[in-house]
């Protein structure tokens, strides 16, 4: 398993965003939240916020979907979802940096998340840094 990329992150809203312009809003958020399909690749996966900060999917983690997380900080005490919905809703896409605790190093590495906005969706990916 090689790192992932700020490259693949992008390649993975595109092809979400791809899934879900064809197969429409309830069965693209039902496989965005399926962590054995095709938008979970090693610790890439899609997540997808609604543009007031609502979790609608999350690949590898189906219990938050649902909450609210415009107040979640990082480490740092950084608002990174709300600068995500802010970015997406005034930009269209962007890329936002914050730290998140990496599971198998056990430690807050920082991490970089891509997103665009497509309809009332925003549709993000995250990658940790090199």
Same mark, same amino acid.
């Given at each position: 398993? &090689?790192?992932?990329?700020?490259?693949?992150? *992008?390649?993975?809203?595109?092809?979400?965003?791809?899934?879900?312009?064809?197969?429409?809003?309830?069965?693209?958020?039902?496989?965005?939240?399926?962590?054995?399909?095709? =938008?979970? /690749?090693?610790?890439?996966?899609?997540?997808?916020? &609604?543009?007031?900060?609502?979790?609608?999917?999350?690949?590898?983690? /189906?219990? =938050?979907?649902?909450?609210? =997380?415009?107040?979640?900080?990082? &480490?740092?005490?950084? =608002?990174?979802?709300? /600068?995500?919905?802010?970015?997406?809703?005034?930009?269209?896409?962007?890329?936002?940096?914050?730290?998140?605790?990496?599971?198998?190093?056990?430690?807050?590495?920082? *991490?970089?998340?891509?997103? /665009?906005?497509?309809?009332?969706?925003?549709?993000? &990916?995250?990658?940790?840094?090199?």
């Amino acid at each position: 398993m &090689s790192p992932k990329t700020q490259d693949d992150a *992008k390649a993975l809203v595109d092809k979400a965003i791809a899934f879900y312009s064809r197969i429409g809003k309830r069965i693209a958020l039902a496989e965005f939240t399926n962590r054995n399909g095709p =938008f979970v /690749e090693d610790e890439l996966y899609i997540f997808v916020l &609604s543009d007031k900060g609502t979790m609608l999917a999350h690949g590898v983690n /189906e219990r =938050f979907v649902g909450e609210e =997380f415009l107040g979640l900080t990082d &480490s740092d005490d950084k =608002f990174f979802i709300r /600068e995500i919905v802010d970015t997406a809703n005034a930009k269209g896409s962007g890329w936002v940096e914050y730290k998140w605790y990496q599971p198998v190093t056990k430690q807050w590495l920082p *991490k970089v998340a891509y997103f /665009e906005k497509v309809d009332n969706l925003i549709i993000c &990916s995250g990658v940790y840094k090199e």
